[in-house]
């Protein structure tokens, strides 16, 4: 299946390889919005990614307007209300969709069988956490907070 470092997703800025750079690393990767009631949960990725950075994590972001229409707005817009309102440092990626016939290839990645891990994305902000030789070493439902004991538990073996 090849490893998660090796998926073509582009930054959302649209510069092409967001994944390369996290190469690695153990990443959270989470399909976020901006207009949920878990919207919050920005707060928490964002004290992972600075107490962990310099253990060579990373959180990245996968912008997702598939559930409610919550994350309406341009690339532009999603930036700026990510790094004004929780000073988002963690790297983004274009808005894409999580299920479907238009499901990005991260997606169909993570959510593949093969994988572990399979079934449709159920909400916003559900996650994965990624090893650093690139596969999947776990999976999280949407309301599992950033600083969930059994998350924080997986993250610290993986490091």
């Known amino acids: 299946m090849g490893s998660f470092y090796d998926i073509a997703v582009k930054k959302i800025d649209g510069t092409p390889d967001l994944l390369g750079g996290l190469r690695g690393k153990v990443t959270l990767a989470v399909n976020v919005a901006s207009r949920c009631g878990l919207t919050p949960q920005y707060e928490g990725l964002e004290e992972?990614?600075?107490?962990?950075?310099?253990?060579?994590?990373?959180?990245?972001?996968?912008?997702?307007?598939?559930?409610?229409?919550?994350?309406?707005?341009?690339?532009?817009?999603?930036?700026?209300?990510?790094r004004t309102t929780y000073g988002v440092s963690f790297p983004l990626s274009e808005k894409l969709d999580v299920n479907g016939d238009g499901r990005?290839?991260?997606?169909?990645?993570?959510?593949?069988?093969?994988?572990?891990?399979?079934?449709?994305?159920?909400w916003n902000f559900e996650k994965f956490l990624i090893g650093r030789d690139g596969k999947v070493l776990h999976r999280y439902p949407p309301g599992t907070t950033p600083q969930d004991?059994?998350?924080?538990?997986?993250?610290a073996e993986a490091l």
């Open 48 to 82: 992972l990614q600075r107490d962990l950075a310099d253990q060579n994590f990373s959180v990245v972001g996968f912008p997702c307007n598939q559930f409610a229409g919550q994350e309406p707005g341009s690339a532009e817009e999603i930036v700026s209300f990510c």
């Open 104 to 122: 990005s290839a991260v997606y169909r990645f993570l959510t593949s069988e093969a994988n572990g891990f399979p079934g449709d994305i159920t």
């Open 149 to 155: 004991r059994g998350l924080m538990q997986d993250i």
